[in-house]
Antibody
């Protein structure tokens, strides 16, 4: 059973960079999984941010691509999200999640962390 | 505005069967790869159905999925009060080269 835990600043100033890390336990980040980020503004629906694979492949939401970087640290078994030039519209609960390519239906989510963009 | 369209709300009484639809205008959506998620307030989404009609281990068979080629549906039978929450469909959209979610359907058990 893979477990995911998001961590990072809960308050970010406008125009700054939102940085979150997802710690992976119970599985290897080098497994044949996609490691992804999804966000949910308060009271709204889910928005996919992007995903990465240990092979180096990445996919990004076209609407966020210019501001997003996803990275993986295999030595720490974690992956991270950097979102630049944030505004109040980026205030959301941010979830990290993973789904297996080898075993469809095997999918795990972190509990989510609320990040507020405010001065 | 979501690429996948869901009704904003649905409701039913305990024991009833309800269905939630999911459709989109893109010809690049393969409805045989639709996932369905349940989100209880204050918790992370939980995968209910993958590849249109497959249930992950541990998901009750009260939950079932189907697709017609141009849309997908989630059915919940034997409705229970703890089924209340939001339900989202999702899939990969080749035209966007990204994953897309429906706007979500709020299910109320009356």
């Amino acid at each position: 059973q893979v477990q995911l835990q998001e961590s990072g600043p809960r308050l970010v100033k406008p125009s700054g960079t939102l940085s979150l890390t997802c710690d992976v336990s119970g599985g290897s980040i080098s497994s044949n999984n996609w490691w992804s980020w999804v966000r949910q503004p308060p009271g709204k629906g889910l928005e996919w941010i992007g995903e990465l694979h240990h092979s180096g492949s990445t996919n990004y939401n076209p609407s966020l691509r210019s501001r997003v970087t996803l990275l993986m640290d295999k030595s720490k078994n974690q992956f991270s999200l950097n979102l630049r030039s944030v505004t109040a519209a980026d205030t959301a609960v941010y979830y990290c999640a993973t789904y297996s390519v080898t075993y469809p239906g095997s999918e795990f989510w972190g509990q989510g962390t609320l990040v507020t963009i405010s001065s | 505005q979501s690429v996948l369209t869901q009704p904003p709300s649905a409701s039913g009484i305990p024991g009833q069967r309800v269905t939630i639809s999911c459709s989109g205008g893109s010809s690049k959506i393969d409805y045989s790869y639709i996932n369905w998620y349940q989100q209880i307030p204050g918790t992370a989404p939980k995968l209910l159905i993958y590849r249109s009609n497959q249930r992950p281990s541990g998901v009750p068979d009260r939950f079932s999925g189907s697709n017609s080629g141009t849309s997908a549906s989630l059915a919940i039978s034997g409705l229970r009060s703890d089924d209340e929450g939001h339900y989202y469909c999702a899939t990969w959209d080749d035209s966007l080269s990204g994953r897309v979610f429906g706007g979500g359907t709020k299910l109320t058990v009356l």
